[in-house]
């Protein structure tokens, strides 16, 4: 069979080339290559959150947030829900939040000096 040719995988979806798979995973971790954006999706990884508590939680300036949350929910890594006059936002799946809390991990491994392990 044709590498290119999508088949289905064990959740329903189309499996795509490797070479597709790559470069959308590529775009993802350059996105979460920018400080503000992973403490918004760490803070995410929580909980949903409106702007306000977004803001306090990554210590960075409201227009900031605001312009990092656009680009997270352009890519499809963030979804939003109105709760009256607020949006509210969320991760769009749980893959994203253990992808962001084992790059905190290698990073506790890193400043810690701690051994790798599996």
Known sequence: MDKRTPTAD???SQQHSRGEQLEVAASIL???ADRTRLAL???LGRGEADVTT???ATGAARPSVSQHLAKL???GLVTTRKDGRRVVYSLR???LRRLVDEALNVADHQIGSLPPHD
């Open 10 to 12: 064990a959740h329903g």
């Open 30 to 32: 350059a996105l979460l």
């Open 41 to 43: 999706l760490e803070r």
């Open 54 to 56: 977004l803001t306090e």
């Open 73 to 75: 929910r352009l890519a």
């Open 93 to 95: 799946h749980g893959h």
